[in-house]
Nanobody, 125 residues
Framework: QEQLVESGGGLVQAGGSLRLSCAASSRTMANYNMGWFRQAPGKEREFVAAISRSGGNTYYADSVKGRFTISRDNAKNTLYLQMNSLKPEDTAVYFC??????????????????WGQGTQVTVSS
């Protein structure tokens, strides 16, 4: 059972930046495609970004493309999400997730097996 722990959330003004981290408990994060999702109050969990096992391929939701960057350091078993030019509509709980099963990057939450507990990001206007 993989355990994922997010950190780096907080309160930031519109236009600001945050970097989220997700630490994996095992030394096998390199075996997983990884993703970031977010969930705002009253809304469904939505895809933000995904990265392949090697880090060579990434995919972003249109709403964050050009502003967010997903990356990973397999030696440190850590996933990152650099968020720039933040907007109030980015306010949500952000979750990292691990997909050990699929070859291609997936955007549906049910395709991910392991989840962190989430970290709150609040962007004030």
């Amino acid at each position: 059972q993989e355990q994922l722990v997010e950190s780096g959330g907080g309160l930031v003004q519109a236009g600001g930046s945050l970097r989220l981290s997700c630490a994996a408990s095992s030394r096998t994060m390199a075996n997983y495609n990884m993703g970031w999702f977010r969930q705002a109050p009253g809304k469904e969990r939505e895809f933000v970004a995904a990265i392949s096992r090697s880090g060579g391929n990434t995919y972003y939701a249109d709403s964050v493309k050009g502003r967010f960057t997903i990356s990973r350091d397999n030696a440190k078993n850590t996933l990152y999400l650099q968020m720039n030019s933040l907007k109030p509509e980015d306010t949500a709980v952000y979750f990292c997730a691990a997909d050990p099963s699929h070859y291609y990057l997936e955007i549906i939450p049910n395709d991910y097996d392991y989840w962190g507990q989430g970290t709150q990001v609040t962007v004030s206007s």
